[in-house]
């Protein structure tokens, strides 16, 4: 028996990685493109590039036909003094999430590079003491956010932070309650971190609760490892690129997702900050597109 995937986009396919920068898209312009584009269900993003008034952003999404999935913010509880500032900006995300009717908050750890400069900021790797303690306060998180605000966490891997290969993902998904987290499958991350998206879907179907779709170009990707390059630079260097040109391929993520026993929203991704303000809208329309043509979508 399959399920439709439930599709949407996200700010980040406009080019938008943070609340306020002069070379992003402006929020009322990336909401009436991606409607234009023809999605009708997007993420967050960055926490205050929408609007933050719940009942503005509401009017707002009402206005063009779009319903909110998740909310998005980084923590950075790998480290053990980071409770309270980790909250501050969680709590604020998941707040005006759970008012937009949204069910989940698409949690991203925190980088050990710089995403703009690629300066080496931490050590890449956590210790095995550092694991455990990672593990209890993301549970933490998880547990607080549900009873507060009625959302699942969904953790996002990601590269240059310390869960990123296909090894720490697994590490991660062992050390974390499964009752309380839940994966965020962003087949662009894991690919580019060597991973296998398929694998993982296999391995721990009751672990994707959410998903990013994105792909690699695996050229680019070569060039970018060779040269040392950080994941902002990459980015940069056209790394993420329109589906179909990269991988993993599209056709058997989506039949393996249908395959699970929820519903899971797939939002469509494409890293490309900064961009040109023209260079969102026919990406997001192609892709959208060609998604529809792989069918198992809703």
């Not at 969680?90 to 949690?107: D, K, N, Q, R, Y």
């Not at 209890?136 to 547990?143: G, I, K, S």
């Not at 695996?218 to 040269?227: D, H, S, V, Y």
């Not at 056709?251 to 900050?273: C, G, H, N, R, T």
């Amino acid at each position: 028996m399959t399920k439709p995937v439930m599709i949407g986009s996200a700010p980040d396919s406009w080019g938008v990685w943070f609340s306020d920068d002069s070379q992003q898209t402006p929020w009322g312009r990336f909401l009436d493109e991606v409607a234009a584009a023809g999605y009708t269900r997007i993420e967050l993003g960055p926490y205050g590039y929408l609007p933050t008034d719940p009942v503005r952003l509401r009017d707002e999404l009402d206005q063009r036909g779009l319903a909110m999935t998740a909310g998005t913010i980084f923590e950075h509880l790998h480290r053990a003094d980071s409770w309270d500032t980790t909250w501050r900006d969680v709590s604020a995300a998941a707040s005006l999430t759970a008012a937009m009717g949204a069910e989940h908050l698409v949690v991203i750890p925190d980088f050990w590079r710089d995403p703009q400069t690629g300066a080496v900021i931490e050590d890449p790797q956590l210790t095995d003491e550092q694991w455990p303690a990672y593990a209890a306060r993301m549970n933490r998180l998880a547990r607080q956010v549900r009873e507060e605000f009625g959302l699942r966490i969904q953790f996002h891997p990601h590269a240059d932070t310390h869960v990123d290969t296909h090894a720490n993902v697994e590490r991660f998904l062992h050390a974390t309650d499964p009752d309380l987290v839940s994966l965020c499958l962003d087949t662009g991350h894991i690919a580019y971190c060597g991973g296998d998206s398929l694998k993982l879907i296999h391995d721990y179907p009751e672990r994707i609760g959410y998903v990013h779709l994105k792909q690699v170009d695996p050229a680019i990707l070569a060039k970018a490892q060779t040269e040392g390059a950080g994941f902002g630079e990459a980015v940069r260097m056209g790394v993420m690129c329109e589906p179909p040109n990269g991988i993993p391929e599209m056709p058997p993520i989506l039949d393996a997702l249908s395959k699970l026993d929820v519903e899971i929203f797939a939002i469509v991704e494409q890293d490309m900050y900064p961009c040109p303000p023209d260079q969102p809208l026919p990406i997001a329309t192609r892709t959208l597109a060609y998604l529809r043509s792989c069918g198992l979508l809703r």
